[in-house]
């Protein structure tokens, strides 16, 4: 004979079931934020030792350098002020990446792309040597000139790229990209002008190192 069990019971049990499972996918969510999260840090502490090396090497400023990890999303910060001293971060902000509408084939639905050829809007991944502080018609009106210092980027200086700010948000937007650039690291007004006060009292070149 088969025994019955009451409805309500039923129901319950369900209910609890679906609160498991439930909890076990959050828990499951919160942990791979986590572990990319660790992931992002290790990346950037591996690229800031490089940065180093390679400053050191080439005469650039050994007080900070600006590393822009094109991996993580615009409407994340992804644009940092690091302290080699420290061995920190000093500043971090949003950043754009290049339109790329002039290169051929590109899908803008697609993960951001690359060139260093001239009027792609493409952004160049590379480092940079931060060069002179100059009139923008863009954001609070300042930009640094950026001189390519490898293949990838070697026209950038001909192409017009620059460090610049304008109308970009302060806060993350995520999973809302921010507006995009003809290829240059645009930044926020109030980004910049915090930015700015730290560059325009270095005596020797800052490094700029874009990379995906």
Not at 90 to 103: F, Q
Not at 162 to 177: A, K, L, M, Q, R
């Amino acid at each position: 004979m088969v025994e019955w069990l009451p409805f309500p019971f039923l129901i319950s049990k369900t209910k609890i079931m679906h609160k498991t499972c439930l909890i076990i996918l959050l828990a499951f969510v919160i942990s791979c934020i986590s572990k990319g999260e660790i992931k992002t840090t290790e990346r950037l502490k591996d690229k800031a030792k490089l940065a180093k090396d390679y400053c050191q090497k080439n005469n650039m400023n050994l007080d900070v350098c600006i590393l822009v990890d094109m991996k993580i999303h615009s409407g994340k910060k992804r644009f940092i002020l690091w302290d080699f001293k420290g061995d920190s971060i000093l500043k971090s902000g949003m950043c754009s990446h290049g339109t790329c509408d002039n290169l051929a084939g590109y899908d803008a639905n697609k993960t951001p792309q690359f060139s260093n050829t001239n009027e792609s809007h493409c952004s160049s991944l590379g480092k940079y040597k931060v060069g002179k502080r100059g009139y923008s018609s863009f954001g609070i009106h300042i930009n640094y000139k950026l001189h390519g210092l490898e293949k990838t980027n070697s026209n950038a200086y001909k192409r017009y790229i620059v460090f610049h700010s304008w109308g970009i948000d302060d806060n993350e937007t995520y999973p809302t990209e921010i507006a995009e650039s003809w290829g240059c690291p645009a930044v926020s007004n109030n980004f910049m002008r915090k930015i700015d006060e730290v560059l325009k009292t270095k005596k020797t070149p800052v490094l700029l190192w874009i990379y995906n």
